[in-house]
């Protein structure tokens, strides 16, 4: 299975970017899909992560309300809306999907995740 992170880019604050990410050579009908973020010299954190049928959205605090995570048209895909960018939002942003459905109190773990996109870079100035 292999992930492709798109939609990165380099944004004024305020402004939007809707990252996508799509995947092939499987499926994920019953997985759990995510996306985090690593800023420069900072951990990997969790941004929002959903069922694949749509369901049991979750997000980070510091996004909720921001960020929109859903499927994309494209079969295997799922998209993050992010609006009201901030500064503190840049960071490079990697897509995630688990082989198993991941318990809602551990979707914030890197570690419940099988398989990771390459990552694309988000840039906000102020």
């Known amino acids: 299975v292999q992930l492709q992170a798109s939609g990165g880019g380099l944004v004024q604050e305020g402004d939007s970017l809707r990252l996508s990410c799509a995947s092939s050579?499987?499926?994920?009908?019953?997985?759990?899909t995510g996306w985090f973020r690593q800023a420069p010299g900072k951990e990997r954190e969790f941004v929002a992560a959903?069922?694949?049928?749509?369901?049991?959205?979750q997000y980070a605090d510091s996004v909720k309300g921001r960020f929109t995570m859903s499927r994309g048209n494209a079969k295997g895909t799922v998209t993050l809306q992010m609006n009201g960018l901030k500064p503190d939002d840049t960071a490079v942003y990697y897509c995630?999907?688990?082989?198993?459905?991941?318990?809602?109190?551990?979707?914030?773990?890197?570690?419940?995740?099988?398989?990771w996109g390459q990552g694309t870079l988000v840039t906000v100035s102020s």
């Open positions: 995630a999907a688990s082989r198993k459905i991941v318990i809602l109190s551990a979707t914030h773990l890197p570690g419940q995740y099988d398989y």
């Open positions: 959903s069922r694949y049928s749509g369901s049991s959205t």
């Open positions: 050579g499987g499926t994920f009908s019953r997985a759990t």
